[in-house]
């Protein structure tokens, strides 16, 4: 009997320290319950502020403190890879296309593959989702994508009467008639800045400078399609048909300004920056899609766009991502990002095409519908193209040979080998297993 009544004591006992650390516990998650979790957000992105101020708004389990980071190298995602090696990167984070490989090899971005559902995905158009998604893994959620345009002075065209181009070889002749028209005038320009727009090109017309396979990576920045559209442009430079001139320079503004450059190719969200940046413009310019190669299988590239990602930091991943679901699908997010000023940025998610066409007073263009040509021609976008590990390098060691180029010592092409060249030591220095053409 004392055996039994010692040995009911001790458990007892034990019964009760349980209790109170299990009370504790509950007490300490209750308390915890009733406070919102906290997520860091690092961004480039106008029009984010207005956004995460709009979640903060219309509900309390969540809080966002958001950080408006530098865009570029230099800037956000050196912050961000800085913070990332010393473990304290934000839970939500702002990545281009052509940088997310990089960080997903670098880990930065928590693999999505599993916790993204297929509700989400389905609303997301199949070639962005694409860009986010390397050898099988989704390692971000893209927010928009950008189609490439041609942006042109109609009154200039309607002037001379020169053709709008369809395909790139009346782009040549409709430059070539310009310039005999109006000898200071050039049609768009070559920039030697625009690897980026090369490489919209390039995706274009077929061109593949990346490619993965059985855990090795396959870099051809001088294919064959890569190759025509290089000696396209080395012809137009050469015959002086375009100018050669940095985008976003004083110089390029002020020739669009002038009305001495009067055509400009980018992707979809340059409609709202040449709204903001040559306001004198309106009712003079117009959008025409991008010209093809072969109108029977037209085909498009992109420049720009932008992607959310999950860190693998955060200590609140499914939080993180509904914020970012939020961000991506939401047409109250939207038009938060839009109340901040004009954009646009082509969204990635195609239902939301109403609410951007709404938000955006398309005065400039005439009242064009502009959301509407976007949406056509982002379905011509083509799947195959895949980003770079280490793009930022590249882009840089292109971008010197095209400064070259312009000056009339080196080629487009020349330019795009040498970048590879350069490329192939950063991608071995990673342990990756590479292969050229």
């Known amino acids: 009997?004392?055996?039994?009544?010692?040995?009911?004591?001790?458990?007892?006992?034990?019964?009760?320290?349980?209790?109170?650390?299990?009370?504790?516990?509950?007490?300490?998650?209750?308390?915890?319950?009733?406070?919102?979790?906290?997520?860091?957000?690092?961004?480039?992105?106008?029009?984010?502020?207005?956004?995460?101020?709009?979640?903060?708004?219309?509900?309390?389990?969540?809080?966002?403190?958001?950080?408006?980071?530098?865009?570029?190298?230099?800037?956000?995602?050196?912050?961000?890879?800085?913070?990332?090696?010393?473990?304290?990167?934000p839970d939500v984070a702002t990545i281009e296309y052509p940088q997310l490989p990089g960080f997903a090899i670098d880990g930065v971005p928590r693999d999505l593959t599993e916790l993204l559902p297929q509700s989400v995905r389905r609303k997301i158009l199949p070639q962005a989702l694409d860009l986010t998604t390397l050898d099988g893994h989704t390692y971000a959620v893209p927010v928009d994508i950008e189609p490439m345009m041609f942006f042109y002075r109609k009154d200039v065209f309607r002037k001379y009467g020169i053709p709008v181009p369809t395909t790139w070889a009346e782009f040549a002749s409709s430059a070539r008639k310009l310039k005999k028209a109006q000898p200071r005038a050039r049609i768009g320009s070559f920039f030697t800045n625009g690897a980026l727009h090369m490489a919209g090109f390039s995706w274009q017309a077929g061109g593949q400078w990346y490619q993965t396979s059985d855990d090795t990576w396959r870099i051809s920045m001088a294919d064959a399609p890569t190759r025509k559209v290089a000696a396209y442009w080395q012809h137009l430079v050469d015959q002086d048909l375009v100018r050669v001139e940095p985008v976003d320079s004083q110089q390029w503004r002020a020739h669009l300004q002038s009305g001495e450059t009067v055509g400009y190719t980018?992707?979809?969200?340059?409609?709202?920056?040449?709204?903001?940046?040559?306001?004198?413009?309106?009712?003079?310019?117009?959008?025409?899609?991008?010209?093809?190669?072969?109108?029977?299988?037209?085909?498009?590239?992109?420049?720009?766009?932008?992607?959310?990602?999950?860190?693998?930091?955060?200590?609140?991943?499914?939080?993180?991502?509904?914020?970012?679901?939020?961000?991506?699908?939401?047409?109250?997010?939207?038009?938060?990002?839009?109340?901040?000023?004009?954009?646009?940025?082509?969204?990635?998610v195609p239902s939301l095409v109403p609410v951007a066409r709404k938000e955006m007073d398309t005065g400039y263009y005439s009242g064009q519908?502009?959301?509407?040509?976007?949406?056509?021609?982002?379905?011509?976008?083509?799947?195959?193209?895949?980003?770079?590990?280490?793009?930022?390098?590249?882009?840089?060691?292109?971008?010197?040979?095209?400064?070259?180029?312009?000056?009339?010592?080196?080629?487009?092409?020349?330019?795009?080998?040498?970048?590879?060249?350069?490329?192939?030591?950063?991608?071995?220095?990673?342990?990756?297993?590479?292969?050229?053409?």
């Open 266 to 348: 980018a992707g979809a969200w340059a409609a709202g920056s040449l709204m903001n940046s040559t306001p004198g413009g309106k009712g003079k310019w117009a959008i025409a899609p991008l010209p093809q190669w072969d109108p029977a299988k037209p085909s498009l590239g992109t420049q720009g766009g932008s992607t959310f990602v999950v860190t693998k930091d955060s200590g609140h991943p499914k939080e993180a991502l509904d914020f970012i679901t939020w961000m991506v699908t939401s047409p109250d997010a939207l038009r938060a990002k839009l109340s901040s000023g004009v954009s646009s940025a082509y969204p990635a």
């Open 1 to 89: 009997m004392r055996h039994t009544r010692n040995a009911v004591a001790a458990l007892l006992t034990i019964l009760a320290m349980l209790l109170t650390a299990c009370s504790a516990s509950s007490g300490s998650d209750i308390a915890e319950a009733g406070r919102p979790v906290h997520l860091t957000f690092w961004s480039a992105l106008r029009g984010t502020q207005e956004v995460v101020d709009e979640y903060n708004r219309i509900q309390h389990k969540v809080r966002v403190d958001f950080q408006q980071v530098p865009s570029g190298a230099q800037g956000g995602y050196a912050k961000l890879s800085n913070a990332a090696r010393a473990g304290n990167a």
């Open 369 to 437: 519908d502009i959301f509407g040509l976007f949406q056509e021609s982002a379905k011509l976008i083509s799947p195959r193209w895949k980003w770079g590990p280490r793009m930022t390098s590249t882009i840089t060691s292109v971008e010197d040979g095209f400064a070259k180029a312009g000056a009339g010592s080196g080629t487009v092409i020349g330019a795009l080998r040498e970048g590879e060249r350069r490329t192939l030591p950063d991608l071995k220095s990673l342990g990756l297993s590479v292969t050229t053409n």
